[in-house]
Nanobody, 123 residues
Framework: QVHMVESGGGLVQTGGSLRLSCAASGRTFNGYAMGWFRQAPGREREFVAAISWSGSITDYADSVKGRFTISRDNAKNTVYLQMNSLKPEDTAVYCC????????????????WGKGTLVTVSS
């Protein structure tokens, strides 16, 4: 079965960095965009970043532009999120999603999701 497994979350101080990974397995992901979403306590889930199958197209939420970088390694079915200059408001559970077609900011009914990894940024 399809599995999406995030890793790399943890505790970091304001201004620090973390690199999240999401390894996908269980099927081929040709043509799938990959995205990162996050949800903080008491908040709605929000889009963070997405990348097209080829990696030629990326999209970032305004709140993370210039600080986060999404990338992928299709040979490993893995997507990464490099997070720099972290802020307390970045604290959230970060989930990855595989999306058939181009990157999009909202989930679709056939998307695959991981369980998430917790990122906590302290001040």
């Amino acid at each position: 079965q399809v599995h999406m497994v995030e890793s790399g979350g943890g505790l970091v101080q304001t201004g620090g960095s973390l690199r999240l990974s999401c390894a996908a397995s269980g099927r081929t992901f040709n043509g799938y965009a990959m995205g990162w979403f996050r949800q903080a306590p008491g908040r709605e889930r929000e889009f963070v970043a997405a990348i097209s199958w080829s990696g030629s197209i990326t999209d970032y939420a305004d709140s993370v532009k210039g600080r986060f970088t999404i990338s992928r390694d299709n040979a490993k079915n893995t997507v990464y999120l490099q997070m720099n200059s972290l802020k307390p408001e970045d604290t959230a559970v970060y989930c990855c999603a595989a999306q058939l077609g181009p990157p999009r900011r909202f989930p679709g009914p056939t998307d695959y999701w991981g369980k998430g990894t917790l990122v906590t940024v302290s001040s």
